[in-house]
Every structure is written in C-alpha cells, then in structure tokens.
C-alpha cells in the first residue's frame, strides 16, 4: 500500500506527498520490500533534484529580468514637484 501511495507521487511529482510518506515509513518486512523501496527513493531523489534544478534556472531567469528591466526604466522623481 505504502509502495503504491509513493509512486503515485512520483508520477504526479507531488514533493509535499512524498515528504508525506516520507514521515510514514512503514518497516519493511522482506528484502523484496526493502530493494522495491530503495529503487522508489532513487527516483524521488533524481525527481526532486530535477525540480530543484528547474527552481534555479527559473529564478536565474527572473533575477536577469528584474536586472534588464531595471537597467532600461527611467527613474521616477520620489516627489511630486510642481515648479517644473
């Protein structure tokens, strides 16, 4: 049961599920179990640094945005002058 609930994770790419699970870990009673688990951590492993990856590119990519978008505005007088 907990196997099944823990690949759907994966497929769904839910990290607030696996981390769920995660704290839920039953005791493997065999080795089949236990091997079944140890591939099923590799693979939310690979998943989470995939999506840990696609975070810093994105925010690599906002930061270099923000940088242009402040590069070519005009500067906006802080004060209201009506002398001019």
Not at 2 to 15: M, S
Not at 44 to 60: N, V
Request: charged share 30%; proline share 2%.
């Amino acid at each position: 049961m907990w196997n099944n609930e823990f690949k759907l994770a994966i497929l769904n790419k839910d990290t607030k599920q696996i981390d769920l699970l995660l704290t839920q870990m039953p005791k493997f009673e065999t080795l089949e179990e236990m091997q079944e688990a140890f591939y099923l951590f590799n693979h939310a492993r690979e998943l989470l640094e995939g999506l840990k990856d696609e975070t810093a590119k994105s925010m690599k990519k906002i930061k270099e945005t923000i940088r242009y978008i402040e590069s070519t505005s005009t500067e906006i007088p802080a004060k209201l002058d009506i002398m001019q």
